[in-house]
């Protein structure tokens, strides 16, 4: 799987290895255990998916991710992507905002030895207590930039979240310059599951 991430066009050394030290079977259902290592994304209970391993390694890369950063996740679902995050030696916070979803995967991660602190909550909040963060990935379909999430990324940070209102998603990435200054990238198009808003809540 690591090879055909190379051949399309991820480069970063680093994320190569974190993707290869993460055993994606780990996260998924016995019934698609056959599937775990080909490139595509797969139900992980309550509605949800796990994302594409080149969906993974292509925010990973976005974030440039260095030690000792401070990394918010919203939507921790599984956990896959912040195992991943994880092998960075960098702070690793997440928030899922499904209670089952949030219960089940804090166990497993505390079971798997995977030192993140998981928060249960509405994602367009952030994790207000811990900010701010180097680095803020999101990993469902937003409609719209959150105002808490650029508040919390800090100075020379980045966000990289995908945006859009519908089933496409453009790969977005905001950088917080010194001074607050804001500056926008648009990449490529992907698809995601919606992150929810508050009316939306179920648990
Ligand atoms: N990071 C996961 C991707 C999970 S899919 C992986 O590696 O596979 C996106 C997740 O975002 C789902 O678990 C969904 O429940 C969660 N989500 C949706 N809206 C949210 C919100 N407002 N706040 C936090 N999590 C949210």
């Known amino acids: 799987m690591v090879e055909e991430l190379r051949t399309l066009g991820i480069s970063d ?7 290869g030290n993460v055993p994606r079977h780990w996260f998924l259902d016995n019934a698609f255990l056959e599937y775990a290592y ?6 992980i209970g ?13 925010q990973s890369q976005a974030l440039e991710i260095k ?3 401070k990394v918010l996740e919203v939507g921790t679902g599984c956990g896959y992507q912040t195992s991943v995050l994880a092998q960075f030696g960098a702070k690793i916070f997440s928030i899922e905002r499904q209670h089952s979803l949030f219960v089940k995967t804090k ?22 207590t811990f900010a701010p963060y180097n680095k803020i990935i999101v990993t469902a379909g937003a409609p719209y930039i959150p105002d808490a999430l650029i508040s919390q ?11 859009g209102e519908g089933e496409k998603h453009i790969m977005t990435i905001v ?25 939306n809540w179920n648990h």
Do not use: W
Request: hydrophobic content about 35%; charged content about 25%; cysteine-free.
């Open 67 to 69: 030690k000792g950063d």
């Open 38 to 43: 080909q490139n595509k994304a797969f139900p």
């Open 175 to 199: 950088d917080k310059h010194k001074g607050g200054e804001l500056k926008k990238y648009e990449l490529g198009e992907f698809s995601f599951v919606p992150l929810l808003e508050d009316k």
């Open 13 to 19: 050394e680093q994320v190569l290895t974190a993707i």
């Open 153 to 163: 990324l800090a100075e020379g940070g980045r966000l990289v979240i995908p945006v």
């Open 107 to 128: 166990k497993f991660l505390d079971e798997a030895n995977v030192h993140v602190k998981l928060f249960y909550g509405d994602g367009y909040q952030g994790v207000p």
């Open 46 to 58: 309550s509605g949800q998916t796990i994302s594409h391993p080149y969906t993974v390694a292509y």
